[in-house]
T-cell receptor, first 115, second 112 residues
Framework: GNSVTQMEGPVTLSEEAFLTINCTYT??????LFWYVQYPGEGLQLLLK?????DKGSNKGFEATYRKETTSFHLEKGSVQVSDSAVYFC??????????????FGPGTSLSVIP | KAGVTQTPRYLIKTRGQQVTLSCSPI?????VSWYQQTPGQGLQFLFE???????NKGNFPGRFSGRQFSNSRSEMNVSTLELGDSALYLC???????????FGSGTRLTVV
């Protein structure tokens, strides 16, 4: 079945450091890939997405590129801020005949950014 | 537009009791999915409802059930609560199944 693997952390960075969170997936067919973010005490928010190979999703300075050859979707940001401290989830869903299947999430990576 | 609303936000129940959680999706969204989030197991899919029909189901015991009403609001019920059911229960609505989820803030259930 489909699955998502990501580095679990916790990751601690200084403000303005470069961020990479690795994510790899296993799926049949052509899944859509997502990064979600969860701030303390809240639900998940969609951060960015990519629906086909070589697509690059971007939002709020974060980027991720859908690499089918390496089955990866690594999250990057050039300069993190304290406000980026949160848990980040890599996820995927596959199209069905009429809709999209349930979303499979990775275990999440906790990021702490210190001033 | 209003987001996904989950009620209540916090709940404390005793082992053996039952509980009902509610989710109001974004207007126009007919798909509602439920997830359980725990520190040990992460985010686990419970079930998805679409137009009042259960379309997808995860690997949870029969004590976990749900339903969806004609206005797309959904409820999930857990009977005979166990300590291990303590978790954050998240609801997500969408137009098209797993694509374009919008999550609610969740219901934090504590079983004592």
């Amino acid at each position: 079945g489909n699955s998502v693997t990501q580095m679990e952390g916790p990751v601690t960075l200084s403000e303005e450091a470069f961020l990479t969170i690795n994510c790899t997936y296993t799926a049949t067919g052509y899944p859509s890939l997502f990064w979600y973010v969860q701030y303390p005490g809240e639900g998940l928010q969609l951060l960015l997405k990519a629906t086909k190979a070589d697509d690059k999703g971007s939002n709020k300075g974060f980027e991720a590129t859908y690499r089918k050859e390496t089955t990866s979707f690594h999250l990057e940001k050039g300069s993190v801020q304290v406000s980026d401290s949160a848990v980040y989830f890599c996820a995927l869903t596959s199209p069905t005949e009429t809709s999209y299947d349930k979303v499979i999430f990775g275990p999440g990576t906790s990021l702490s950014v210190i001033p | 537009k209003a987001g996904v609303t989950q009620t209540p936000r916090y709940l404390i129940k005793t082992r053996g009791q039952q509980v009902t959680l509610s989710c109001s999706p974004i207007s126009g969204h007919r798909s509602v999915s439920w997830y359980q989030q725990t520190p040990g197991q992460g985010l686990q899919f419970l079930f998805e409802y679409f137009s009042e029909t259960q379309r997808n189901k995860g690997n949870f015991p029969g004590r976990f059930s749900g339903r969806q009403f004609s206005n797309s609001r959904s409820e999930m019920n857990v009977s005979t609560l166990e300590l291990g059911d303590s978790a954050l229960y998240l609801c997500a609505s969408s137009l098209a199944g797993g694509y374009g989820y919008t999550f609610g803030s969740g219901t934090r259930l504590t079983v004592v």
